[in-house]
């Protein structure tokens, strides 16, 4: 089975302008969860999706968007560009149900904030 | 709010010691708790998990963790450590039955291993 992919894996951005962002969960998985991943901070969480509706949100400013597609894919929106913005972002998927807690993490999008 | 701390930010063992990974965390009741790992470039790898019952869990790779509430812990330990361990090494938290599955993390162990 296919692992969690994530596109594209690498971007370079100018402060300012946005970005998205795609991930495809396993197949089978109904729940996505993204995090952001930086030296300074770790990982952090953003929010997390289940059935294309948004369950839990993380400590960070509407700048961060997602959505979930009804095929469980996700998208993560990222507008108006700082460079604290620089990252990996992951992205993880899991069934749904107490299995929601067993994450399967992507390889991740590393995005670079000039 | 939950936290979790790993006070080992970088640890260096010989290849075929042994290794003990230390996490506390700090959480109103008995969360869910996990182990992931990361290797450079790569995304994180889920080694085991801990929702109740036995204290101690048994993972991938020949990882094990014990949970331990009275100390608030949750210690990954591999008896024999190979060259391909080095990696990044999180422990996670989750609420248990708050219906928020969002994952708290440490800030990681780096494990260097000598050959």
């Known amino acids: 089975k296919a692992g969690v992919t994530q596109t594209p894996r690498y971007l370079i951005k100018t402060r300012g302008q946005q970005v998205t962002l795609s991930c495809s969960p396993i197949s089978g998985h109904r729940s996505v969860s993204w995090y952001q991943q930086t030296p300074g901070q770790g990982l952090q969480f953003l929010f997390e999706y289940f059935s294309e509706t948004q369950r839990n949100k993380g400590n960070f400013p509407g700048r961060f968007s997602g959505r979930q597609f009804s095929n469980s894919r996700s998208e993560m929106n990222v507008s108006t560009l700082e460079l604290g913005d620089s990252a990996l972002y992951l992205c993880?998927?899991?069934?749904?149900?107490?299995?929601?807690?067993?994450?399967?993490f992507g390889p991740g999008t590393r995005l670079t904030v000039t | 709010a939950q936290s979790v701390t790993q006070p080992d930010i970088h640890i260096t063992v010989s290849e075929g010691a042994s290794l003990e990974l230390r996490c506390n965390y700090s959480y109103g009741a008995t969360p869910y708790l996990f182990w992931y790992v990361q290797s450079p470039g790569q995304g994180l790898q889920l080694l085991l998990k801990y929702f109740s019952g036995d204290t101690l869990v048994q993972g991938i790779k020949g990882f094990e963790a014990e949970f331990k509430r009275s100390q608030s812990s949750f210690n990954l330990r591999k008896p024999s450590v190979h060259w391909s361990d080095a990696a990044e090494y999180f422990c996670a938290v989750a609420p248990s039955g708050a219906g928020s599955y969002q994952l708290t993390f440490g800030k990681g162990t780096k494990l260097s291993v000598i050959p």
């Open positions: 993880a998927s899991s069934l749904g149900g107490q299995t929601a807690y067993e994450q399967y």
